[in-house]
């Protein structure tokens, strides 16, 4: 079973600061989820990853294969972007997934 | 508009008493899969399904069961209900799998078991 690790579980920092979330798992995988859960609960699915980089707006999301690791940057953040921000894993050989408990992000005006 | 409908939002029962938590997507997707989020757990497979007639036990099935008799519906049903299923749940959807494509997902059921 593959064990999914984030860092840190809560950030709080000021508005325009740039943030970075991390997240490990164990086991080699075919694709890497981030997902975005604001208060009141909708998950919002923000990239999906199976190598490389991936850009959208303000956020990027990175994966290295080999080292088991992913990170998911926000430049220029907004209190908009304060939400709970949560990494998913898909396993090799079957459509399972695997979720980190989320790292919760506060972003002070 | 694009969507996957989850339904009802908010569910209170009691324990042992049948219910269906219905899940549609209009998207044509192939994949559909159900989880539930705790706190301090965060959210865990339950099942999905990767097309109509083949599902596949997820992380947690214990307690559930589900069908897949149309491509646009994945309905979670919980026949005898217990507290320990009091969880917010979640239905998504994505075109050919979660290993390969972004996942929708609807906008979460929320269910206590007195």
């Known amino acids: 079973k593959n064990e999914v690790e984030q860092s840190p579980q809560n950030l709080t920092a000021q508005e325009g600061e740039f943030i970075t979330i991390n997240c490990s798992y164990s086991?080699?995988?075919?694709?890497l989820h981030w997902l975005q859960q604001h208060p009141g609960g909708g998950i919002v699915s923000l990239f999906m990853?199976?190598?490389g980089k991936k850009k959208h707006g303000r956020l990027i999301a990175t994966i290295n294969i080999q080292e088991k690791h992913s990170s998911l940057h926000i430049t220029a953040s907004h209190p908009r972007d304060s939400a709970v921000y949560i990494c998913?894993?898909?396993?090799?050989?079957?459509?399972?997934?695997?979720f980190g408990t989320g790292t919760r992000l506060t972003i002070i005006p | 508009e694009a969507q996957v409908t989850q339904n009802p939002r908010y569910l209170i029962t009691v324990t042992g008493k049948k219910l269906t938590v219905t899940c549609s997507q209009n998207?044509?997707?192939?994949?559909m899969s159900w989880y539930r989020q705790d706190p301090g757990l965060g959210l865990r497979q339950i099942y999905y399904?990767?097309?109509?007639?083949?599902?596949d036990k997820g992380d947690v099935p214990e307690g559930y069961k589900v069908s897949r008799k149309e491509k646009r519906n994945f309905p979670l049903i919980l026949e005898s209900p217990s507290p320990n299923q009091t969880s917010l749940y979640f239905c998504?959807?994505?075109?050919?799998?979660?290993?390969?494509?972004?996942?929708?997902f609807g906008s979460g059921t929320q269910l206590s078991v007195l």
């Open positions: 086991v080699g995988i075919s694709a």
């Open positions: 998504a959807s994505s075109p050919i799998g979660a290993g390969r494509e972004k996942l929708f």
């Open positions: 998207m044509n997707h192939e994949y």
């Open positions: 399904s990767m097309n109509v007639e083949v599902t």
């Open positions: 990853l199976s190598s």
């Open positions: 998913a894993v898909a396993n090799f050989g079957n459509e399972k997934l695997t």
